[in-house]
């Protein structure tokens, strides 16, 4: 399975944007890009997904590099309720989905 | 809808011990999932199913055991419980549409002791 790497942690303050990276350089052309977060104490949410191109929704953008090697989640405004750990996962673009998740980037949000 | 409910929330083992975490989901999802996630570790998968009578292992699956014999229902079985088993268990469930959009219970915390 195709791995992803992610930074430990980031920090944003509420109210500005906020971009989680991460990197996927082995990912194939059928490996779909999905992000989860998990707040504290909770099951996992899910965010965002995406193949080739931009997404957005109304919780996040995902942005994907042309080569797919690397995608981006953005987040336009921080709130304090964003704070939590995000997951950056690839899956096969088979009928079963599973997801292989790593460790995550922790996101804290300063007032 | 209730989405997906997992019962029970906490529950402490002892050592060679057997439980079932139950799960149900009221949203009609052909695809249901069981994960366990360790203190600091993001989630494994132990076994998934993609349809009634239809189940398949994960990374995971030694020392579980599951059944679908509904479309609502996906219980995971832990027969002799051992200390490793310690962990956060998820169920989570997507439809066969938007089977990249799974939804998660709210977990049951175990301990073995």
């Known amino acids: 399975d195709a791995k992803t790497t992610q930074p430990n942690s980031m920090e944003s303050n509420e109210e500005e944007p906020v971009h989680l990276p991460c990197n996927h350089s082995?990912?194939?052309?059928?490996?779909?890009i999905h992000w989860y977060r998990q707040l504290p104490s909770q099951g996992p949410e899910y965010v965002i997904h995406?193949?080739?191109s931009n997404v957005n929704n109304r919780m996040a953008s995902l942005a994907i590099a042309e080569d797919r090697k690397s995608s981006t989640l953005i987040l336009h405004r921080a709130t304090l309720r964003d704070a939590a750990v995000y997951y950056c996962?690839?899956?096969?673009?088979?009928?079963?989905?599973?997801?292989?998740f790593g460790t995550g980037t922790l996101l804290a949000v300063q007032p | 809808n209730a989405g997906v409910t997992q019962t029970p929330k906490f529950r402490i083992l002892k050592i060679g011990q057997s439980m079932t975490l139950q799960c149900t989901q009221d949203?009609?999802?052909?695809?249901m999932y069981w994960y366990r996630q360790d203190p600091g570790m993001g989630l494994k998968l132990i076994y998934y199913?993609?349809?009634?009578?239809?189940?398949d292992k994960g990374e995971v699956p030694n020392g579980y055991n599951v059944s679908r014999s509904t479309t609502e229902d996906f219980p995971l079985r832990l027969e002799l419980a051992a200390p490793s088993q310690t962990s956060v268990y998820f169920c989570?469930?997507?439809?066969?549409?938007?089977?990249?959009?799974?939804?998660f219970g709210p977990g049951t915390r175990l301990t073995v002791t």
């Open positions: 989570a469930s997507s439809s066969w549409a938007s089977r990249n959009e799974q939804y």
């Open positions: 082995t990912i194939s052309g059928t490996d779909y």
């Open positions: 995406g193949l080739t």
């Open positions: 996962i690839l899956t096969y673009g088979g009928a079963t989905n599973k997801l292989i």
């Open positions: 949203m009609n999802h052909n695809y």
């Open positions: 199913s993609v349809g009634a009578g239809i189940t």
